[in-house]
């Protein structure tokens, strides 16, 4: 007869959502309360000025929502531009595929610059762009700084420095979803404009609150308007107006995702408790000891060069006449184990280890063994145990934590 319970837990390895801590687990489960009681801004006022952390901002204004990702994305771009407004867009994997896409949706004129897959974003090329915009028709620059169907990192540094050098007025927005609360984000020093996070990645919470931390720019623009209000793109649910008023006296202007909150709260604590640069560390760490199992089968990740590298996912590319996706389902249903899909371009042809959130050397290790032995199972010719004990090296030689 055939089992029908799985012992153990399923081992999360997509690049989102990712394992949640058990004492945020724990801050979650609450009993319904009243969100306009005189005692819910002791919860509700500090999570604005802590989440500022992980921006690397303290210019910066944090907004919450029962949303996710996608609908910051929305956020971003319909409070500050108008119908028509050209906007400039880099365009590189999947995600950025899919936030160009909704700029052309809203009615923006978007300036598409494609890159190969498993490179990032064109500084220069931005640059260029900004450059020959003498009349600053651009309003806008988008960039995704962490590609999750590639395993890509752009240098938004690079970017504001392009942007700087141009001498272009445009805003700069950027999704952060995969990468903030887990890789280096430095909101005022590159001066980002809107950054968008969602709460199931870095931040170690179940999807359903988006995060979006807005500079005092892109305010002033959302207050004022670009080429008249009467062309401002249409925003109610995700309107920043309603929000700062609401927030400064730690309320909300609509029933908010208590237990989220709850959850948020504990898990700034958990990362206030590592440290930022505890945090950055241990996922290049725990990346670059998967990057050393990649090679050691014998594979390249889906990143052209070391420089894209990302440190919270490694999309992985399997030999031409495999097929991945038979590879994640096997280690799904023979292990438990779940990796990450390839998306659009290149479904089929990679699978993903997502590294990032919650998560140490022997989390990574069960991982990295699970694929081994899928792709084993599924007739690739990769030495057994090759990429644990690269990675286990790896590890052994380089702690989590800085001392």
Partial sequence: MAATRRPGRNHLFIPGPTTIPDRVIRAMSVQSEDHRSPSFPELAKPLFQDAKMVYGTTDGTILLYPSSGTGIWESALTNT???????????????????????????????????????????????????????????????????????????????????????????????????????????????????????????????????????????????????????????????????????????????????LLYGLKEALTVMKEEGMENIYHRHHVLAEATRQAVAAWGLKPCAKEPKWNSDTVTAIVVPEGVDAAKIISHAYERYNLSLGAG???????????????????????????????????????????????????????NPLHKA
């Fill in 343 to 397: 998306l659009s371009k290149v479904a089929g042809k990679v699978f993903r280890i997502g590294h990032l959130g919650d998560l140490n050397e022997l989390s990574l290790l069960g991982a990295i063994a699970g694929a081994e032995m899928a792709m084993i199972d599924c007739g690739m010719k990769v030495t057994p145990g090759s990429g644990v004990a690269a990675a286990s090296s790896y590890l052994r030689e």
């Fill in 81 to 259: 531009l108008c119908r028509g407004d050209k906007v400039v867009a880099a365009r590189f994997g999947q995600f950025s595929h899919l936030w160009v896409d909704m700029a052309q949706r809203l009615g923006l004129d978007v300036i598409v610059q494609d890159e190969e897959w498993g490179t990032g974003a064109d500084p220069e090329k931005i640059g260029e762009a900004l450059r020959a915009d003498k009349d600053h028709a651009i309003k806008a620059v988008m960039v995704v700084h962490n590609e999750t169907a590639t395993g890509v990192t752009s240098d938004i540094g690079a970017v504001r420095k392009a942007m700087d050098a141009a001498g272009h007025p445009a805003l700069l927005f950027v999704d952060g979803i995969s990468s903030i609360g887990s890789l280096p984000f430095k909101m005022d020093e590159w001066k980002v404009d809107c950054a968008v996070a969602g709460s199931q990645k870095g931040f170690m919470l179940p999807a359903g609150l988006g995060l979006l931390c807005v500079s005092q720019k892109a305010l002033k623009v959302a207050e004022g308007g670009q080429g008249g209000s009467n062309d401002r793109l249409g925003h109610v649910y995700f309107a920043w107006a309603d929000q700062p008023n609401a927030n400064k006296g730690g309320y909300f202007p609509y029933t908010p995702a208590l237990p």
